[in-house]
């Protein structure tokens, strides 16, 4: 399977734990994305990475988010003391560097 | 500051009928367009691009849009709906200057294909 791949698919967390997600993009992509989608709503970006550059921020993501690609590959996201309104699916995309953006399966937080 | 307005939060079609789904953008430069279709608890699945060239571009399973510069629409088409259309439809621009290269989503449209 070539496309991205996204782990878990589904978390279930006590408010204020810490989360972690992790995104494999396609290989031969350059350029990582992090989404937030919450019910109803389209996804709205939160991080983008060229390599392992993490290169924009939104102001969406606070203080209690942190997103890493190490060595240009993987990327973690992880959400520290989260909160109820933390609940969205959260899906990664990558792209190579002419642009087409492919979409991984999203992992869907539920925070209670 | 790139937007996408998808002013239909629901459209129903019958089976067999030709079916829009109408997006409008804004976008500094030149836009590149998306559409992708979500199905329940799942990803974004690409259906089709506009980059440059014809107004009028294909994608997967039928589906095509057509670019108008004037109206700074990218509507999607089909010309005869299926019961397994039925989905979430999201349109996405980014401007060739500018905005970094993070796509803007609409809100989505919900297509129901009814028999």
């Known amino acids: 399977d070539t496309g991205v791949s996204q782990d878990p698919r589904h978390k279930i967390t006590k408010r204020g734990q810490n989360v972690t997600f992790r995104c494999d993009p396609i290989?031969?992509?350059?350029?990582l994305y992090w989404y937030r989608q919450t019910l109803g709503q389209g996804p709205e970006f939160l991080t983008y990475f060229q390599n392992e550059a993490q290169l924009e921020k939104s102001r969406l993501l606070s203080d209690r988010f942190s997103a890493e690609r190490p060595k240009g590959s993987f990327s973690t996201l992880e959400i520290q003391r989260t909160e109820q309104g933390d609940s969205a699916m959260y899906l990664c995309a990558s792209s190579p560097p002419q642009g087409g953006y492919t979409f991984g399966s999203g992992t869907r937080l539920t925070v209670v | 500051a790139q937007s996408v307005a998808q002013p239909e939060d629901q459209v129903n079609v019958a089976e067999g009928n030709p079916l829009t789904v109408k997006c409008t953008y804004s976008v500094s430069g030149n836009p590149y367009l998306f559409w992708y279709v979500q199905y329940p608890n799942r990803g974004l699945q690409f259906l089709l691009k506009?980059?440059?060239?014809?107004?009028l571009v294909k994608g997967s399973y039928g589906f095509e849009a057509e670019f108008n510069k004037s109206q700074t629409s990218f509507h999607l088409k089909k010309p005869s709906a299926l019961v397994s259309d039925s989905a979430l439809y999201f349109c996405?621009?980014?401007?060739?200057?500018?905005?970094?290269?993070?796509?803007?989503f609409g809100t989505g449209t919900q297509l129901k294909v009814e028999l």
């Open positions: 290989s031969e992509h350059n350029r």
């Open positions: 996405a621009v980014r401007g060739d200057t500018g905005g970094g290269n993070k796509l803007t």
């Open positions: 506009y980059i440059t060239g014809d107004n």
